[in-house]
């Protein structure tokens, strides 16, 4: 089985540089995906990562370290509209696309 | 080309009634998911599948039961809709068999009294 955790909620300046943390316990790690979900809607995809590293998408950049079963997504220059809740979520080997997911972060932007 | 579409947007049932969920792609994507999302608990897998006339179990599958006739459409039915319920419901797609990112429908809230 997996066990996904993140922290429950955040709070960071506009402006600022915010770092929200994944840990993971899996079987048979294929990935792990990170999405942003605004208040009433739905989650739309922010970043993927299956090797060792950093992968960098304008503002947003996401960490793994799959010896450490952990990973990190980066938010920097915050503005106000990156208030929402931010998913982690792992896929594994042999199971299809089927995601695991976190039970995300909440992260307010204050000015 | 509209992505991934549900209906309804929001429905409030009483308890012990049937009712279908629809969920409509047009990305010709090969796997299609159904998640629930309550407060504190996150998304969670119902069912899912593969591919065109393949369905399996996700993690809470237990009063829900799906169909995947043809690529574009994966209806989820609650045969006898009971409070426990009551969540918001997402659909999801994806292209290769489940290999890539999934994309998600706008949900609906489904309350059951």
């Known amino acids: 089985g997996q066990n996904i955790d993140q922290p429950t909620e955040m709070t960071a300046t506009e402006g600022a540089i915010v770092q929200i943390n994944c840990t993971y316990q899996t079987s048979g790690f294929n990935g792990l995906f990170w999405y942003q979900q605004h208040a009433g809607e739905a989650p739309t995809f922010l970043s993927y990562n299956v090797l060792d590293g950093l992968e960098e998408k304008g503002r947003f950049s996401s960490f793994l370290s799959r010896s450490k079963g952990y990973s990190y997504l980066l938010l920097k220059e915050l503005q106000m509209k990156d208030s929402a809740s931010y998913l982690c979520a792992v896929r594994e080997h042999g199971q299809g696309g089927k995601l695991i997911f976190g039970q995300g972060t909440e992260l307010s932007v204050k000015p | 080309i509209a992505g991934i579409t549900q209906a309804p947007t929001s429905q409030i049932l009483a308890a012990g009634r049937r009712m279908t969920l629809r969920c409509t792609q047009d990305?010709?994507?090969?796997?299609m998911y159904w998640y629930r999302q309550d407060l504190g608990l996150g998304l969670r897998l119902i069912h899912y599948?593969?591919?065109?006339?393949?369905?399996g179990k996700g993690e809470v599958p237990d009063g829900y039961s799906v169909s995947r006739a043809n690529t574009d459409d994966f209806p989820l039915t609650l045969a006898s809709a009971v409070p426990s319920q009551t969540s918001v419901y997402f659909c999801?797609?994806?292209?290769?068999?489940?290999?890539?990112?999934?994309?998600f429908g706008p949900g609906t809230r489904l309350t059951v009294l």
């Open positions: 599948s593969n591919t065109a006339g393949t369905t």
């Open positions: 999801a797609s994806s292209d290769s068999q489940g290999q890539d990112t999934q994309y």
């Open positions: 990305m010709r994507h090969n796997a």
